[in-house]
């Protein structure tokens, strides 16, 4: 069981902020789409065996490799893709539940609620959460004013762009990439 005690560490403020730890679920190919265009954001994105070697252990928990890459990171961005299947079982049901309790809805992978938790725990600051198309609604989250996106639209990643800027990175907006890098074509949007 990882005990998170502190914050990410803030780097100089004086150096660029560019690195993120990317969380994501089974969608490799919206994975790939949020990694070329953080990359066109001239950011960039901490890999799994970075994260790893950083833990010093030779044969880490995941845990620990997900809370290294964390506390290497600038930001984390937290990728909500319908990658799996929920619903409320028949027996919990209350009257006033709406549809997406009732009926089998594309959620997010369970690592990925986890991961996105420990995210907002260290540093909710620096934490960018953004949905894939549709997801089931988290009653935890339903006031979080996450990032939405649909179809990879020029607004979707201006906002997302935004969003990684509040988060505290050094985001090149002159990049001339940023608006066609990342084939978000593949997002599941139906329910």
């Known amino acids: 069981m990882i005990i998170v005690k502190q914050k990410l560490v803030q780097p100089n403020s004086d150096q660029p902020r560019r690195r993120v730890f990317l969380v994501h679920g089974r969608d490799l190919a919206s994975k790939s789409a949020a990694v070329a265009l953080l ?3 001239d950011l960039r994105v901490i890999s799994w065996d970075e994260a790893a070697a950083n833990t010093g252990q030779a044969t880490p928990y995941t845990g620990d490799v997900v809370l290294a890459g964390m506390q290497m990171a600038d930001a984390v961005v937290v990728l909500f893709s319908p990658d799996d299947i929920g619903h409320v079982k028949s027996e919990f049901l209350l009257p006033d539940d709406d549809e997406h309790e009732r009926k089998p809805t594309p959620q997010a992978r369970m690592n ?35 990032v939405r996106i649909a179809s990879g639209s020029i607004p979707e990643r201006t906002q997302f762009a935004h969003r990684l800027r509040t988060a505290g990175l ?22």
């Open 112 to 146: 990925v609620v986890f991961e996105a938790g420990m995210a907002m725990a260290l540093n909710r600051e620096a934490a960018v959460l953004v949905e894939l198309g549709r997801v089931r609604p988290m009653t935890d989250t339903a006031g979080l004013n996450v």
């Open 170 to 191: 050094t985001v090149d907006p002159n990049s001339p990439d940023w608006a066609t890098a990342g084939d978000f074509s593949s997002i599941v949007t139906a329910r």
């Open 39 to 41: 990359q066109a954001f």
